[in-house]
């Protein structure tokens, strides 16, 4: 598929590299860029062989948010009918861990995608908030529900009703990054960290990721029983034996991802 807003690399060490590439307007999201998002990473998450993705933006702007010009004279109606967020619930679908490299705003819809994303790595230049609220709005891709678990409701709520930009360092000191990084090595620790994480017996890593997703969504109980359940699940894979035969046999466990 051609795609006119990212860019979409796949690197032999089993991860792909997925860039919005709209810089002139700091990678505004619009539709359509939201719609090749989707896709793409639909596309990776059936592909055998991509087990991490990284998904970055430049080093000005990993996205400064939805794209204001496209929305700023629709109604409620049409708003309603475009039901632009649908996409966005697909994203919570895919079942290949995503890492987001950020440098620079990650702004309203931007900082959303961001949080989306299961690790994220900043450089010190990110600049993070959601000023919906400078522009008459709100967060609607997920801000209030999201940073509100990220990083507790009196910070949310002072990022949300100020929408004032935080820094790389303020983000990682609240919970809302895993790693700063100097700029120029904020792509490089991501790839690394795709490239260890796509080393990882591709079905426990999923069975992983979903289990953690489903804490966000549900009772310590339900959550436990279902993380009990993947965990019994990934007995029925080889790729269990393979491991704890390796174990004991003191060798590197070999993945075949079934
Ligand atoms: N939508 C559309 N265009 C945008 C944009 C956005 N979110 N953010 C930046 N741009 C465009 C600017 O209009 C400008 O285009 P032109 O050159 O054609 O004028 C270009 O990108 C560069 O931007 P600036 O000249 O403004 O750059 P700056 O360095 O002076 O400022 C900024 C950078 C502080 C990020 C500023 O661009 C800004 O405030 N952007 C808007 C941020 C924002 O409000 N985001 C939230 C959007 S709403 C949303 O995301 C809803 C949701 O929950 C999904």
């Known amino acids: 598929m051609d795609y006119q807003f990212i860019l979409l690399t796949r690197d032999p060490a089993g991860f792909a590299v997925v860039q919005l590439n709209r810089p002139d307007v700091l990678n505004a999201i619009n539709r359509k860029l939201m719609e090749e998002l989707v896709a793409a990473l639909e596309g990776l998450d059936e592909d055998e062989n991509i087990r991490c993705i990284v998904l970055t ?23 309603l009918l475009r039901d632009q967020f649908a996409r ?7 079942k290949t ?4 490299a950020v440098s620079g705003f990650a702004l309203g819809g931007g900082c959303e995608l961001m949080m989306a994303c299961d690790i994220v790595i ?22 209030t529900q999201r940073l509100t678990r990220a990083v507790g409701k009196t910070k949310a709520m002072e990022m949300v009703l100020t929408g004032k930009m935080i820094s790389a360092q303020e983000a990682l000191q609240w919970g809302l990054v895993n790693k700063v990084v100097p700029v120029e090595f904020y792509l490089e ?5 795709a490239t260890e994480i796509a080393q990882k017996p591709p079905l426990a890593v999923r069975l992983a990721k979903e289990a953690i997703l489903k804490a966000f ?5 339900g959550g436990l029983e279902f993380e009990r359940k993947n965990f019994y699940l990934l007995f029925a894979s080889e790729d269990q034996k393979e491991g704890m035969k390796a174990f004991s046999e ?9």
Do not use: Y
């Not at 000005?60 to 629709?74: H, L, N, R, T, V």
């Not at 003191?250 to 993945?255: P, Y």
């Open 250 to 258: 003191k060798r590197k466990a070999q993945w075949k991802g079934r």
């Open 57 to 79: 933006g430049n080093e000005k702007a990993f996205a400064a948010g939805a794209d204001i010009k496209e929305m700023s004279d629709a109604s409620t109606v049409e708003m």
């Open 88 to 94: 966005w619930d697909r994203i919570r679908k895919i």
């Open 217 to 221: 969504d549900t009772t310590i109980e």
């Open 189 to 193: 620790e991501a790839k690394s960290l």
């Open 97 to 100: 861990p995503i890492i987001a």
């Open 122 to 143: 900043a450089s010190e230049t990110a600049r993070i908030g959601q000023p919906e609220i400078n522009i008459g709005v709100m967060p609607g891709a997920g801000g």
